[in-house]
């Protein structure tokens, strides 16, 4: 079995597939799988992923008799794959060709980390750098309440999502949910299973795109990004993302003085939204009842 597992979801990509796989066979460290899942592109994507599996072993190619969203496509690639170590690579992106050693070697090194991430150039359609992204999440905290706290507060971009993690972690978070931001929320559940690690290098080139999910400006586009079959839902995202983080609370393995710690982080966050929490429930009651804003009595 390979020792990492590099996961490219993928619909429609066929402007910039080729050069994104290009880059992950390029890599120094070569003992990796690529598992690709076509999400029923219409392009020419299929052929694009059946010719380089036919020239490279370690490509293991998937379609979707459908479009399953991006969600579900996700956590398609991630439970197909074999490795001890896991990464997932957008279609769109760039990495450098030692992107996989040295956040391999950072991973062995450091027994207590489940994340190992270099920093990220923010890169246009031609390939150049649009700017340099220093901010990016160390968190080598040795207490989950602290990793957790200081991820909500400065996740901006979830450029780390494509970090290299180790699988056993990721296995026992809920992986990607179905509803738009669910990748904070999945990084938001790691952190309680050890610390993010940044290499301080520029190795990641996260391209940004009139057709990249993070152009999506309305909800509901969003919306049918990661889930199609519910394009049409109400989503309340404060309160998606605080239910699904106080789920992911539940299910670390924290002891009970640690649990009640994050769980006092936890409300941290509730009392910081509250004014989103409460623009959220007024929207769902006009929505649900037909009921005016002024029926909720709003903080004076």
């Known amino acids: 079995m390979p020792l990492i597992s590099v996961g490219v979801p993928v619909y429609n990509g066929e402007g910039f597939l080729g050069q994104s796989l290009d880059s ?44 399953i969203g991006a969600a579900r496509n996700f956590n398609r690639v991630f439970e ?48 150049s750098i649009i700017c340099r992204r220093d901010n990016e999440l160390d968190l080598r905290h040795s207490q989950a309440h602290a990793r957790f706290l200081a991820l909500n507060v400065t996740l901006g971009l979830c450029n780390a999502q494509y970090g290299l993690m180790r699988t056993a972690a990721v296995r026992r978070t809920a992986l990607e949910g179905d509803y738009p931001g669910s990748d904070m929320v999945f990084l938001s559940e790691l952190s309680l299973h050890g610390q993010f690690i940044q290499i301080p290098e520029y190795l990641f080139f996260r391209r940004l795109h009139s057709h990249a999910a993070s152009s999506l400006v309305s909800v509901e586009a969003q919306q049918e990004f990661w889930d199609p079959l519910n394009k049409d839902k109400l989503f309340l995202r404060t309160w998606r993302h605080l239910y699904e983080n106080l789920r992911g609370i539940r299910r670390a393995p924290l002891g009970f003085a ?38 909720i009595e709003t903080e004076r």
């Open 24 to 67: 992950i066979l390029a890599q120094t460290y070569e003992d990796f799988e690529v598992i690709i899942s076509d999400n029923a592109s219409s392009d020419y994507t299929e052929d694009i992923c059946r010719v380089f599996a036919g020239k490279d072993a370690r490509i293991r190619y998937f379609r979707n008799p459908n479009n």
């Open 80 to 127: 197909l794959a074999h490795g001890e170590y896991f990464r997932w690579h957008s279609a769109d992106d760039l990495c450098e060709p030692t992107l996989l050693e040295k956040c391999k070697a950072t991973l062995e090194e450091h027994s207590d980390a489940v994340l190992c991430a270099p920093k990220t150039c923010l890169i246009d359609e031609k390939g």
């Open 258 to 295: 640690e649990e009640a710690r994050v769980l006092r982080e936890w409300l941290k966050l509730v009392r910081w939204h509250r004014h989103d929490l409460l623009a959220e429930l007024q929207l769902w009651m006009r929505t649900q009842f037909g009921a005016p804003l002024d029926m």
